[in-house]
C-alpha cells in the first residue's frame, strides 16, 4: 500500500489536519468552500488536505490525498463544479473500502475532515466516525500499521459536515451551497424561454432537477410567474374537486386555459424530475406535453434543462454561503471533542448555524420515506415551513379567485389597499407588487397602484390593478409603478426644507388623497426615503385621519442601508453584478499578471455592497465609509501588496491580479478611486500596476436575481398577511365600540405604534418591527441603520486575502 504525500507543517502549526472531500453531485461554491477552509485553516495553524475524487479518493489514497498550499486554490471562488474531484465511490459502503480509508488518514496525518455533500456523503462520514477507534485497532492487528503510527490518533475522528447540492434538500438549513446558482440557471433559461413563449403563445413543459426535492422547482416557478408546476412532495391534483378522482390532467387543463383568457399569452409548466401522481406513478414532461396539445390545442414544446442546471460560475449568494460557511467549518473542526455529535453548519435566514449532523440527516430521509407511503401531508411538513408558505404563495398568485388555495374573506372586510414604490428602482420591486396584487385580488381586497409614489398620488395617480395588469412582472427590473424620492415633509411647510434627494411634499395633501381614495392599509416598497416617510406619516397621525392606518414597509435598495432588515430587495442583483463584473476585471488583471484594481461600488454611507461585494469576488481589500480611509490604511494595504507581489516573484509563484473595492463615499473628497489607483500605481513601484473602474448604476442591475425575486415573493406573503390582521382588529374593535351591526364599508382607524412597521429577515428570523422602535438604531444625517451584522465579513476577507498568515519561506 502507498503511503499519502506529507506536507511540511505551517509556521505556525498546531500539528492538526484536516481532510476536505467533495463528495457526491457537484455543486457550484464547492470550491469556494474548498478555498475558505484552506486558508482559514492555513491561518489557524492546521494543515489542509485535500482528498480527491471523493471517497474514492480516501479508500485508493497515495497521491489522491495531498497537502494544499494557500496559492492552490487562488482563483478557486469563481470556479463553478469542484476542483478536488468527486465521485460515487461503491468500495466506500464496504467495511474494507473503509478500513482502508482509515489507513490512509493515519498515514496523512490527518484526525478531522470537512465533508462537503449531500445527505449520503454526510451519512458515510458519520458512520466513518463511529467505526473509528475499532478500525484503528483493526489495522494495528493486522500489521498495516504501527503502534506508533496509530497512537496519536486512537481518539475519535472530528466529523464536520458542509453540505453541498443544488437540490437544496437538506433538512435543518435553509439553502444547501450550490442551490442558489443552480436556481439562477433555471431562471436564466426560463427568461429565455418565456421571451419566445410569448411571441408563438407556446406552451413549454420545463423539467428541472430534483429527485425527490421540488425546491428547485417551486423557487423557479415562483421566481419565473410560471403557469404550472408538479413537484415530487405534493402530487396533483391539489383542487378538493379532483382528488377523489385523481384527474389532474383535467385540473391542470382549467387553470392553464383560463390563463388564456385572461390574457396570458404563454404557458409555462414545471416538471420536477422525480414529480409523481397521487398513485406514485412518475409524471414525465412529454405526457405533460401530450395532455395540453390535445386537450387544449397549444403548441408546446418540451425542454429538459439537464445538466446546465449543475452550475458553472457560482452566484454572488453561494460564494457568501461557502465562503462563511467553510470558515464556520474550521472553527466547528478546533470546538468538536470526542462527546460532541458531528456537526453540519447550515444557515438559517440570515444567521450560520450548526446542528446535529445525524438529526438533519434522518430527518432528510423521512421525506422520501413519506412520499413512499404516499403521506404527502408529511413530506410537506418535513419540509421547512417556508418551503410550505411559499407553495402557498405560489398557488395564490398562479390562480385567480375560487380556485385551490383562495382565501377570500368575507365581505365586509374587504379593503382598498393602497401600493407605492419610493426611492430609487431596486431589483424585485416589481416581483413584490405582482405578489401582493395577487394575494389581494384572491383575498377579496382592491389593490390600489400608487403610481410615482407620493407625488403621483397626489396628482391622483392611484388606479386599482387588475391580475393581467401584473403578468410578467416577477422578473422585471426597474420599477413598473413608477417611482421617485419625493417624500412627506416633517414639518408644515414643505418649502422650508429640503431633503437630501427629491421634494417634500404637504404631509396634509397626502393624508388628504389617502382618505380620498380611502385607502384602508397601505404597503410601501423603498429604500431610505421610503424609511423616513413611513417615520414623518406615522409621527402625522395625531393630526391627520387619513393616516390612521396599518402600514408597512418592505425595504427595497441596492444599498442595504435601512434599519430593521438584514437584507433589502435589490441588494443581492447589485451584489451579483459586483460579483460578475469583478471577475471580468480580475481576469484581465490576472492576464497582465501584476495589476491592482481600485473598483468603486454604490451604497452611499453604507459599505455593504463594498464588504460583500469583496468577500464573493476575492478582493484583497475594500473601503467603507463606516470605517473611513486615511494614510495608515493605504499604507497597511501598500505594504501587504508589495509583500504579495515580492513573495510571488521571489518564489517564483504566478502572480494574479487583485482587487480593492472602495465604496462611493469611503474616503470622502480626498481618497478618491482615482487618487488611490495613482497612489497604489505609484508605490507599487514597478512590482505592481494600478488601474479604477466605477461601476455606477450598472449595480442596479437589469433583470433581478432569484433571490431577489424570491425574498420579495416570500416578504410581501407576510406584509399582505399582516396588513390584513391589522385592519381586522382595527375593523373589529371600530364595530365592538360603535355597536353598530349592518357596517356596509369597513372602517379602519388605527394609530398604535404597533401599526405601522418595517418588515426585515433578522438573523434566524422574520421580523416585523414599529418603525418607531427602529428610531434608536437609525442614523438619520448618514441614512442607514446602526446594525451592520456584515461589518465583521470584512475581515474575513483579509483573511482570505492573506493578510495575518506567513508561510515558512516568508
Ligand atoms: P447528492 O445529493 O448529490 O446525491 P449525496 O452525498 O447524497 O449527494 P450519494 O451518492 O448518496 O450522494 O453519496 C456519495 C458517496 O458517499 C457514495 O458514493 C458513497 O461513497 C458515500 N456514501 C453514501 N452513503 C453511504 C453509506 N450509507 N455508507 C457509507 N458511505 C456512503
Not at 112 to 120: E, F, K, R, T, V
Not at 150 to 170: E, F, H, K
Not at 701 to 706: K, L, Y
Not at 754 to 769: N, Q
Amino acid at each position: 500500500e502507498s503511503s499519502p504525500k506529507k506536507s511540511p507543517l505551517p509556521k505556525n502549526s498546531t500539528g492538526k489536519s484536516v481532510g476536505i472531500i467533495t463528495s457526491g453531485g457537484d455543486s457550484s461554491g464547492m470550491n469556494a468552500a474548498v478555498r475558505a477552509i484552506v486558508r482559514v485553516a492555513l491561518t489557524k495553524g492546521i494543515t489542509p488536505y485535500a482528498i480527491y475524487e471523493g471517497y474514492q479518493g480516501m479508500v485508493d489514497g497515495g497521491d489522491k490525498i495531498k497537502a494544499l498550499s494557500w496559492e492552490d486554490v487562488g482563483d478557486w471562488l469563481a470556479i463553478g463544479g469542484t476542483e478536488i474531484g468527486t465521485a460515487r465511490c461503491q468500495e466506500f459502503r464496504t467495511v474494507e473500502g473503509r478500513l482502508t480509508a482509515v489507513r490512509n488518514l493515519v498515514k496523512s496525518g490527518i484526525d478531522a475532515l470537512i465533508i462537503c455533500g449531500g445527505d449520503g456523503s454526510l451519512t458515510g462520514a458519520d458512520f466513518l466516525r463511529a467505526e473509528w477507534t475499532e478500525f484503528v485497532d483493526r489495522l494495528v492487528k493486522q500489521k498495516r500499521l504501527t503502534e506508533e503510527e496509530a497512537a496519536p490518533y486512537r481518539s475519535q475522528l472530528t466529523i464536520v459536515g458542509l453540505v453541498g447540492s443544488i437540490d437544496n434538500d437538506m433538512a435543518q438549513t435553509d439553502l444547501t451551497i450550490g442551490a442558489m446558482t443552480a436556481l439562477q440557471r433555471i431562471c436564466e433559461a426560463l427568461d429565455s424561454i418565456k421571451s419566445t413563449a410569448m411571441s408563438h403563445q407556446r406552451a413549454f413543459v420545463v423539467e428541472v432537477m430534483g429527485r425527490h426535492c421540488g425546491w428547485l422547482g417551486l423557487m423557479a416557478a415562483i421566481a419565473c410567474g410560471a403557469d404550472w408546476l408538479f413537484l415530487p412532495e405534493l402530487p396533483p391534483p391539489i383542487g378538493d374537486e379532483f382528488i377523489a378522482s385523481g384527474d389532474w390532467e383535467t385540473e391542470m387543463c382549467d387553470i392553464l386555459s383560463k390563463e388564456r383568457k385572461l390574457g396570458n399569452r404563454k404557458t409555462i409548466v414545471i416538471v420536477c424530475e422525480g414529480a409523481i401522481d397521487r398513485n406514485l406513478k412518475p409524471i414525465k414532461p412529454e405526457y405533460v406535453k401530450d395532455v395540453l396539445t390535445k386537450r387544449l390545442n397549444f403548441d408546446t414544446r418540451v425542454t429538459c434543462l439537464g445538466h446546465v442546471q449543475r452550475g458553472g460560475v457560482p452566484c454572488a449568494y453561494d460564494r457568501y454561503l461557502a465562503t462563511v460557511q467553510g470558515a464556520e467549518a474550521v472553527n466547528a473542526v478546533i470546538e468538536t471533542t470526542p462527546t460532541t455529535p458531528s456537526p453540519m453548519i447550515g444557515i438559517s435566514n440570515n444567521k450560520v448555524i450548526r446542528v446535529p449532523l445525524k438529526n438533519a440527516v434522518a430527518q432528510t430521509k423521512e421525506v422520501a420515506k413519506a412520499i413512499a407511503r404516499k403521506d404527502f401531508k408529511r413530506a410537506m411538513e418535513l419540509r421547512d415551513p417556508e418551503f410550505n408558505s411559499s407553495y402557498n404563495a405560489y398557488i395564490e398568485s398562479t390562480i385567480l379567485a375560487d380556485g385551490p388555495g383562495t382565501r377570500k374573506v368575507e365581505e365586509s372586510k374587504r379593503l382598498r389597499v393602497g401600493i407605492m414604490h419610493v426611492g430609487a428602482p431596486a431589483g424585485g420591486m416589481n416581483a413584490a407588487t405582482r405578489t401582493f396584487v395577487r394575494l389581494c385580488l384572491n383575498r377579496g381586497h382592491t389593490p390600489l397602484g400608487i403610481h410615482n409614489g407620493f407625488s403621483g398620488l397626489i396628482a391622483d395617480q392611484v388606479q386599482p390593478i387588475q391580475w393581467q395588469d401584473v403578468n410578467g412582472w416577477v422578473s422585471m427590473g426597474g420599477s413598473e409603478l413608477g417611482i421617485n424620492r419625493d417624500q412627506p415633509s416633517p414639518t408644515p411647510n414643505p418649502l422650508n426644507a429640503k431633503p437630501q434627494f427629491g421634494n417634500y411634499i404637504d404631509t396634509g395633501l397626502i393624508a388628504f388623497h389617502m382618505q380620498k381614495n380611502n385607502i384602508q392599509a397601505l404597503m410601501i416598497i423603498g429604500g431610505f426615503e421610503a424609511y423616513t416617510s413611513l417615520i414623518t406619516l406615522t409621527k402625522a397621525r395625531e393630526l391627520y385621519p387619513g393616516l390612521c392606518i396599518p402600514m408597512i414597509l418592505l425595504p427595497a435598495t441596492v444599498s442595504n442601508n435601512v434599519p430593521g432588515t438584514d437584507f433589502s430587495l435589490g441588494c443581492d442583483t447589485a451584489l451579483n453584478c459586483i460579483v460578475d463584473a469583478c471577475d471580468t476585471i480580475k481576469q484581465s488583471a490576472s492576464s497582465n499578471r501584476k495589476r491592482v484594481f481600485v473598483v468603486e461600488v454604490q451604497g452611499g454611507n453604507c459599505g455593504y455592497l463594498s464588504v460583500m461585494g469583496a468577500l464573493a469576488s476575492g478582493a484583497s481589500s475594500c473601503y467603507i465609509p463606516e470605517e473611513g480611509i486615511t494614510l495608515d490604511t493605504l499604507q497597511k494595504d501598500i505594504n501587504h501588496l508589495v509583500k504579495r507581489y515580492a513573495y510571488e516573484e521571489s518564489a517564483n509563484i504566478p502572480s494574479y491580479g487583485r482587487l480593492i473595492l472602495r465604496n462611493e463615499t469611503a474616503g470622502n473628497k480626498t481618497y478618491t478611486t482615482d487618487v488611490i489607483s495613482t497612489i497604489l500605481k505609484e508605490e507599487g513601484k514597478g512590482l505592481f500596476d494600478s488601474r479604477s473602474a466605477v461601476l455606477g448604476h450598472l449595480q442596479q442591475g437589469g433583470i433581478p436575481s432569484p433571490l431577489d425575486r424570491i425574498r420579495a415573493t416570500r416578504l410581501t406573503v407576510n406584509c399582505v398577511d399582516w396588513l390584513q390582521e391589522m385592519a381586522f382588529k382595527s375593523i373589529d374593535e371600530h364595530k365592538k365600540s360603535s355597536n353598530l351591526s349592518d357596517i356596509r364599508t369597513p372602517t379602519v382607524f388605527t394609530k398604535g405604534a404597533e401599526t405601522a412597521t418595517v418588515i426585515g429577515i433578522c438573523g434566524a428570523d422574520i421580523k416585523i418591527t414599529p418603525i418607531l422602535d427602529l428610531l434608536a438604531e437609525t442614523n438619520l444625517n448618514k441614512r442607514k441603520g446602526t446594525n451592520e451584522w456584515w461589518l465583521g465579513l470584512k475581515d474575513l476577507t483579509k483573511t482570505l486575502a492573506k493578510y495575518e498568515y506567513e508561510t515558512e519561506e516568508e
